[in-house]
Structure formats: C-alpha cells, structure tokens
C-alpha cells in the first residue's frame, strides 16, 4: 500500500481519487482550487472520505503541505504550481498529459488533437520535473480518434478513462518495482497555447477595398 497525495480538480481529479482508493492505496491528503472559485468533485470527495485526507486550498503546493511520510504526488488534471522542495519530498511525483507526449504539451491538448486532425491520440504518464509536461514517461497508451468526436467527445469517451487506468497502472508498477523511465524526444516535442476563444469571423471586412 502507497500513502498518496492527490493535486487537481472536478470529475477527473474525484475518479483518480477513488480508483486510487480502489486499488488498495491510502490517500493523505488532496489539493483542490481555493474555495470561490468552483463547486470541486475532488473536494466534495475528499471532505465526505473518513478518515478525512489532508485538504489543501491553494493554487500553490509547497512541501509544508505534504504530510511526512507520503510516497508519491499525483497530478490530476491539477494546475497547481507543485514547488520542486514537494516532489523531492516523495519517492515519485508524476502527473497524467492528455496526448502522446511528447507531442501536444500545454493545457488544452485535447482541444488541438481535434482541430489537426490527428487520427491517433492517447495519453501519457510523466514524471514532474521543471519542463513543463516534459519530464520522462512513465506509461503510454495510444486511442483512435473517431472522425465524429468533438474535443468533450474524445475526452470523455477516451482519455478520462484512459487516464484513472493510467494512474493506477503506474501505481502499481511503482509498487513493485517495474516502473520504467523513458526521456522524451525533445526533436519532436510540440507545444501549444491555451485556446482562449474560437477566432472572430467578420465576413464584411472581406468587402473592404
């Protein structure tokens, strides 16, 4: 059994947190958006748990906040800024990418798997270090991405459960001394920016001589 410490949000951050459970794994503790800013699945989770985990309201996890004695920080779906000092302070801390890393780091990689086209997507398991979305992969698994599937389609329907799969699986080889390091290829690496809003579309302006 891990004693693991969860940083993230809404309904990924709460099934990462069960499956861990599930698994036989014992969590200490979670890290949720302040509160104001969202009713949060991964908060309402923890608070209804007993024993109650430590509970974190913060967009910064220092390592103050990890209890003595935890084994590894999941990220799930967090954007919490995790200090370096937090995750020498475990035995493994690793998040899970939405994308085949080292392709489509950045936060909506979801979002730009659909609009390239790409027929192939899938999601990766990495360590955390100071590249963001860049540290080594610790598991990968490839989907195929119906033609049909808007970006809410491909994650929820692939990724998401992908995803609590991946958590879990990387628990588990960590636990019994299987888990693989794998440095990404930064000759292919892609990076791209949060899709704040769809382009503004003035056909009039085409009229203007």
């Known amino acids: 059994m891990l004693s693991v410490f969860i940083a993230g949000q809404r309904s ?3 099934a990462v947190y069960k499956a861990v459970k599930d698994a036989g794994h014992r969590v200490v503790g979670v890290a949720c958006p302040p509160d104001g800013q969202r009713y949060d699945r991964l908060k309402k989770a923890a608070y ?18 990890i209890p003595n004695g935890t084994d590894v920080i999941v990220a799930a779906h967090s954007h919490h800024f995790i200090s370096a000092k937090a995750c020498e302070k475990v035995r493994l801390a690793f998040g899970y990418h939405p994308s085949l890393l080292p392709r489509h780091r950045g936060r909506d ?3 730009w798997t659909v609009r390239f086209g790409d027929t192939v997507a899938g999601g990766s398991v ?8 860049g540290g080594d992969i610790l598991y990968q698994e490839s989907v195929l991405v119906k033609r049909e599937w808007s970006a809410s389609d491909l994650w929820r329907e ?12 990387v628990l588990r080889r960590f636990e019994g001394g299987t888990l693989t390091y794998t440095p990404q290829n930064e000759a292919v690496a892609t990076w791209e920016p949060p899709i704040e809003k769809a382009r503004l579309f003035r056909p009039e302006l085409l009229q203007l001589p």
């Open 12 to 14: 990924f951050g709460a």
């Open 48 to 65: 209804c748990d007993r024993p109650r985990p430590v509970i974190i309201q913060d967009d910064r996890l220092k390592s103050s906040d």
């Open 109 to 111: 990689a979801v979002k």
């Open 126 to 133: 990495y360590q955390l270090s100071d590249k963001v979305d």
């Open 158 to 169: 692939a990724l998401f459960p992908l995803g609590v799969r991946a958590v879990v699986e």
